[in-house]
């Protein structure tokens, strides 16, 4: 699962403001974490928390949802 969906199940973001970070993101060389956090939208700890979600799913490890 890509970290815009996971910020987006968690309410943290909304699909238009995803989607305004991804076209600034295609013009930057940031990561969209850092967008988003630049933006005021997430705090760091709702990035960890999401990238430590992220990691947990592509390893086939998370079984909570």
């Known amino acids: 699962?890509?970290?815009?969906?996971i910020l987006m199940r968690k309410q943290l973001i909304s699909l238009s403001?995803?989607?305004q970070a991804l076209t600034l993101q295609s013009s930057r060389s940031q990561k969209l974490g850092e967008?988003?956090?630049g933006?005021?939208?997430i705090?760091?700890?709702d990035l960890e928390q999401a990238l430590k979600e992220q990691?947990?799913?592509?390893?086939?490890?998370w079984v909570i949802d």
């Open 35 to 37: 967008i988003l956090m």
């Open 1 to 5: 699962m890509k970290l815009g969906e």
């Open 55 to 61: 990691y947990w799913r592509q390893n086939g490890f």
């Open 39 to 41: 933006q005021g939208l």
């Open 17 to 19: 403001e995803l989607e």
């Open 43 to 45: 705090q760091r700890g």
